[in-house]
Structures are given as structure tokens and as C-alpha cells.
């Protein structure tokens, strides 16, 4: 069975890492143009979070 963690970044996206690799960034900010892919937007609109780690069993 796969390993898959959730990891909220420090001011940035949801990253989705599958045995170790991350495989897609979701937004966190709202403000993508590709939703709900980040496309680094929280970087201009000075989005801050804190950083958060999810396992989903």
C-alpha cells in the first residue's frame, strides 16, 4: 500500500506526496488561476499560513 501525506507549506500550497514524491500542489490562498492546482499566486498576494502535516491512512 502506498504512503500518502498531506503537508500543508509554510505560506504556500498543499503539497500531495506519494511514498516520498510530491506529486501535485494544491492552493491554499484562493487566488489560482488553475484551481485547484497552486500556480504560485500566494506569492504575490502575500498569503501566510501555517504549516500543517496530514497522513491519510
Known amino acids: 500500500m502506498s504512503s500518502v501525506v498531506i503537508k500543508s507549506t509554510e505560506n504556500g500550497p498543499n503539497l ?4 516520498g514524491k510530491v506529486v501535485q500542489a494544491w ?7 488553475m484551481k485547484p492546482y497552486c500556480d504560485g499566486s500566494h ?3 502575500g498569503f501566510t499560513a501555517e504549516a500543517r ?3 491519510v491512512a
Open 27 to 33: 492552493c491554499r490562498c484562493g487566488a489560482s488561476t
Open 16 to 19: 500531495v506526496i506519494v511514498d
Open 53 to 55: 502535516d496530514v497522513k
Open 43 to 45: 506569492k504575490k498576494n
